[in-house]
């Protein structure tokens, strides 16, 4: 039995990753879309019926093409940095709250936070491993960037987490059943919804891959695979965070057609934003994530601290 256990829990994952690349390829199509109705005009559109197929035939693509390689770089870890800034990404999805046979462990927002600060060494890596100036500075830019927002992240984690005392996310749903924490905690989703724009490097703080200063950020020497590696690896994690925050403050059951319209929303929330603020400056989202956010989420989790004792004293 316990092999079949086994059995069923492998390929759950299995066609959960291939659901969430098919979902990447179609988050890549809509952005497109949306970005060039944004700028009034059509987008892609001549592959396939209103350009369906556009995802796939870059695919092929860009995994057809040839590899380049840098003549300077530390080839081993040039190579195997995308692959592993994508198994990263993808592994994300494990702790995805399902009722059924896949890992829904209960310690999943530890898992989460375990996972999601390891991908800065990728960045960092492949950055160093390109042996070239733009693309070192673009990774160092990346990975402060990434660890300054870790912070407020987890500790705006920590508030959310100190109202439901679990670290089991299916526990999110469990508390939310009757009013949503988007309302009970809105300057905490909020803060949340920023630092996660920032945790995975979109506009307005898209500082890795600021084109008028570093060309393409730590990316730069990438080319054909690799290259489409690092992209789908930034649009897994966006879609994560997506699921992340429907989870988090707006109540979602896994089971339900709700949760993937408010999945839908939240990722379309991504490519509005991209497509309609400008670049932030860098000194000042160091200045919003070490003088704004830090203290006021340290302030709300010392109160819901001392919310929680006190409930405990009294009841």
């Known amino acids: 039995m316990m092999m079949k256990d086994l059995f069923l829990m492998f390929l759950s994952m299995i066609i959960l990753l291939i659901c969430v690349l098919i979902s990447v390829a179609f988050l890549t199509l809509l952005e497109r879309k949306v970005l060039g109705y944004i700028q009034i005009r059509k987008g892609p559109n001549k592959v396939g019926f ?3 197929i556009q995802p796939f035939s870059d695919a092929i693509k860009l995994f057809t093409k040839e590899q380049i390689y840098p003549f300077m770089s530390n080839f081993n870890l040039y190579y195997f940095c995308p692959i592993m800034n994508l198994f990263l990404s993808l592994l994300l999805w494990m702790c ?14 530890l898992f989460f936070l ?17 042996n070239s100036n733009y693309s070192l500075l673009g990774s160092l830019r990346s990975v402060a960037q990434t660890i ?27 508390y939310q059943q009757n009013i949503w924490f988007l309302f009970l905690l809105m300057p905490l989703c ?16 898209d500082f890795a891959e600021g084109e008028s200063e570093l060309v393409s950020g730590f990316n730069v020497e990438y080319s054909s695979g690799s290259f489409a590696m690092i992209f789908l690896a930034e649009y897994s994690s966006i879609l994560f965070m997506s699921m992340l925050c429907c989870i988090l403050f707006l109540g979602s059951n896994l089971n339900s057609l709700m949760f993937f319209l408010k ?3 939240m990722s379309f929330l991504w490519i509005w934003i991209r497509g309609t603020l400008p670049r932030f400056r860098y000194d000042k989202l160091m200045y919003l994530s070490w003088k704004c956010y830090l203290p006021v989420s340290l302030s709300l989790l010392s109160f819901f601290f001392g919310f929680k004792i006190f409930i405990f004293i009294f009841n």
């Open 96 to 109: 995805m709250p399902f009722m059924s046979m896949t890992f829904s462990f209960n310690l999943s927002v």
């Open 190 to 205: 909020f803060m949340w919804l920023v630092s996660s724009l920032a945790e995975t490097n979109r506009t307005p703080f």
């Open 148 to 174: 300054s927002y870790e912070v407020s992240l987890f500790l705006i984690l920590l508030s959310f987490l100190f109202l439901i005392l679990s670290v089991d996310l299916y526990d999110f749903y469990k």
């Open 114 to 130: 375990s996972v999601s600060s390891l991908s800065v060494y990728t960045i960092m890596m492949a950055g160093w491993s390109s």
């Open 263 to 265: 999945l839908s929303l």
């Open 50 to 52: 209103l350009g369906l």
